[in-house]
């Protein structure tokens, strides 16, 4: 029985490789799986600037609006590094894309709507239940327009000239934000002081987010190349005008950021139009 048994399964052996073609070889090999996970020291930096933008909201609740404009620009710091050294590590990926992009919604979105909220807008309620609804929904404007900011540009990072961005940047809507609270505090003026300044900069910041209006990216700067040795003495210069009075260097730079999108825009418009009625005039 054995022994037929072993003819058996000879013969069933030959029948199947004389089905097989002369030049078949067997693939013994599983594929190869793909190892899953994230890059960690790009995303590092962007749990950092979550963790900065997280904390500002819960010194906000707590009165200390100094500190919470500071951990905003903290946020802004980690922003800046986390894509730079993805790009430097060759460590870029999707999921870092995403995960920065939801970082910026609380970090540079909800963090300084909440922060002017708490220091200012919410006084408006003195006023009456109409103002103070006017005060929340300010900083409401200022969150979803970041929102909106931030998915635009994910959908039209690939179509849009490199050298300029659409709309104010969110992270320089913080700026204007998160500045004008640490200003107010170090001048030492209260919220309610300020209501009105308060407000035109929580909703102009987040109408210029929105807006088509463009501003200079400065991605055409070239760092590697040779620069005037003026540019080399700026440098410090910013470092020390920052460290003598951050609140006063950082908002007004970020004030006149946010205010040469809509100089430079009505400036060209202006031109244009010149150009267009001076090409109407008859010998033209």
Do not use: C
Request: proline share 6%; glycine share 10%.
């Amino acid at each position: 029985m054995r022994m037929a048994s072993w003819h058996h399964s000879r013969f069933a052996d030959a029948d199947d490789d004389a089905t097989m073609p002369d030049n078949f070889v067997p693939d013994d090999t599983e594929p190869p799986k793909r190892r899953r996970g994230i890059y960690l020291l790009p995303n590092l930096f962007t749990t950092g600037g979550l963790f900065a933008g997280f904390y500002a909201i819960i010194a906000a609740m707590g009165g200390r609006f100094a500190a919470a404009s500071a951990a905003i620009f903290v946020a802004m710091l980690m922003d800046a590094l986390d894509g730079r050294i993805a790009r430097l590590t060759h460590t870029e990926s999707e999921f870092g894309k995403e995960y920065d992009s939801l970082a910026d919604v609380v970090s540079f979105g909800i963090a300084p709507a909440l922060v002017m909220y708490q220091w200012s807008l919410h006084g408006l309620n003195v006023y009456g239940w109409m103002w103070a609804k006017v005060g929340w929904l300010a900083a409401f404007v200022y969150a979803v327009a970041g929102a909106l900011r931030l998915a635009r540009f994910n959908v039209r990072v690939h179509v849009v000239d490199k050298r300029y961005f659409q709309g104010l940047p969110i992270p320089s809507g913080a700026g204007l934000v998160a500045g004008g609270v640490w200003l107010g505090r170090n001048l030492g003026l209260t919220g309610e002081q300020v209501l009105i300044p308060a407000l035109v900069v929580t909703v102009g910041a987040g109408l210029l987010m929105v807006s088509s209006i463009p501003y200079y990216s400065f991605k055409g700067l070239n760092l590697h190349g040779r620069v005037p040795f003026t540019y080399v003495l700026a440098i410090p210069l910013i470092f020390i005008l920052i460290a003598l009075s951050p609140p006063k260097t950082l908002f007004a730079a970020f004030l006149i950021y946010g205010l040469s999108g809509p100089v430079l825009w009505l400036w060209r418009l202006r031109r244009r139009r010149r150009y267009v009625k001076h090409m109407e005039e008859p010998g033209h």
